[in-house]
């Protein structure tokens, strides 16, 4: 499967903010975005002329940040991300609530909300090599979608891995009221399907239905 190999700390430089790919060090003050960083001379849009490269106050310009700023926040590539936009499109209600609610109920991403991974990539990698099970049984597909009454777990051997344990100890990050954890934070149960407020990505999901819909 195709996925994005470049280093991510140059997509969080082009949308000039955090999107949180790298775990720790986006919250350290190496990450070019951070306003304390003592790599701020860095923070700038990457390439060659990224000193000089000028916004344009352009409606299609600010779509088109908006929908990459969400498509690399999820860590989805621009065909995944157009197919899951057309499946919400034809499902009743909110175009741009029904997308982030399918991007908020894939399996790697519900790991990551649930703290084992520091990171969406991080919490991905768990489920591709098999310690990610739902409703006890072994899921390896990333982009699988849970529904409410769900329940995922983590592989009991894979509780005492340092990163994991360090992950869940020191991570700054709540479990979403969608979320009910359980079995000591190695569980989660899917309640509901989260409603828009409940999604606290700073992603303005009209933008993106705007660009498409032309």
Known sequence: ????????CRLCRRERTKLYLKGERCFSLKCPVSENSDRQTRAFP????????????????TQLREKQKARRTYGLLEKQFRNLYEEASRRPGITGTNLLQFLELRLDN?????????????ARQLVRH???????????????????????????????NFNVKRNLDTLDRSVP??????????AVTVRVVPQREQIDESIREQLIVELYSK
């Open 1 to 8: 499967m195709a996925r994005y190999t470049g280093p991510v």
């Open 46 to 61: 990457p390439g060659m002329h990224g000193r000089d490269r000028q916004r344009q106050g352009s409606e299609y310009l």
């Open 110 to 122: 519900v790991a990551y909300r649930a703290g084992w991974g520091a990171s969406r990539a991080q």
């Open 130 to 160: 098999g310690h990610v099970s739902v409703n006890a049984k072994r899921v390896t597909i990333p982009s699988y979608r849970v529904r409410p009454g769900d329940i995922v777990t983590l592989k009991p051997a894979t509780r005492e």
């Open 177 to 186: 009221g969608w979320l009910e954890t359980g079995d000591g934070g190695f």
